[in-house]
């Protein structure tokens, strides 16, 4: 039972537009979420996060929104870059779990030039 | 600092063999975490330590592994007994006590069991 889902396989972006990654998560004890970016080859980088206490957090190009009600969350990158292109991990925690993440899926993104 | 570094980074066994994989973290990071990841799926939890104390195993960690971090500082992560379903990508990550923005994962160990 999938308790942080990522129901995007991929997206496909022009470079200069936005791109939009999603996450639904199920458990209501969530109180922090994080999103990864992942190149071949390399472990996940830590990109952004956002406590439950917030409904959005900013950083640079990055913004991601969090709906507590509709457990759901998104990443928003603007404007996209060819640099982008990666696999974008969702992740979930509660304080009381001692840090342990829970990862969706992934989602690949692809920014074409 | 060079981050987290894991070694090896490749590895091929045959099914039955033991393997030890190793995690050096970011020296100042308290925590060190012990993830897997196989095709298709975002990294599971395995297990975490707090300075050589291991606080938390995940189901996921049958008796057949075991991980260790003898003096706080660098890790090790064993399976015992290899069967072709331990075949994955195992991630190591390091975080200071209160770190909640986010793990320093290092580039993984991939293991292959044949």
């Known amino acids: 039972d999938q308790q942080v889902k990522q129901n995007s396989p991929s997206l496909s972006v022009q470079e200069g537009r936005i791109s939009i990654l999603n996450c639904d998560y199920t458990?209501?004890?969530?109180?922090?979420f994080l999103w990864y970016k992942k190149y071949p080859a390399e472990g996940p980088t830590f990109l952004i996060s956002?406590?439950?206490?917030?409904d959005k957090n900013e950083d640079g190009r990055f913004t991601v929104f969090l709906n507590k009600s509709a457990k759901h969350l998104s990443l928003h990158i603007v404007p996209s870059q060819p640099g982008d292109s990666a696999v974008y991990f969702c992740a979930a925690s509660s304080l009381g779990s001692q840090g342990n993440l829970i990862f969706g899926k992934g989602t690949k993104l692809s920014v074409k030039p | 600092d060079t981050g987290v570094s894991q070694n090896p980074r490749h590895k091929i066994t045959k099914r039955g063999q033991n393997v030890t994989f190793r995690c050096d973290p970011i020296s100042e990071h308290n925590r060190l975490y012990w993830y897997r990841q196989t095709l298709g799926q975002g990294p599971e939890f395995l297990t975490y330590?707090?300075?050589?104390?291991?606080?938390?195993k995940s189901r996921l960690l049958s008796d057949r592994f075991s991980a260790e971090r003898p003096k706080g500082s660098f890790s090790t992560l064993e399976i015992q007994r290899t069967e072709q379903g331990d075949s994955a990508m195992y991630l190591c990550?390091?975080?200071?006590?209160?770190?909640?923005?986010?793990?320093?994962f290092g580039s993984g160990t991939r293991l292959t069991v044949v």
């Open positions: 458990n209501s004890m969530f109180d922090y």
């Open positions: 990550a390091s975080s200071l006590l209160q770190g909640l923005d986010g793990y320093t």
């Open positions: 330590f707090q300075n050589e104390a291991q606080l938390e």
């Open positions: 956002i406590s439950s206490i917030k």
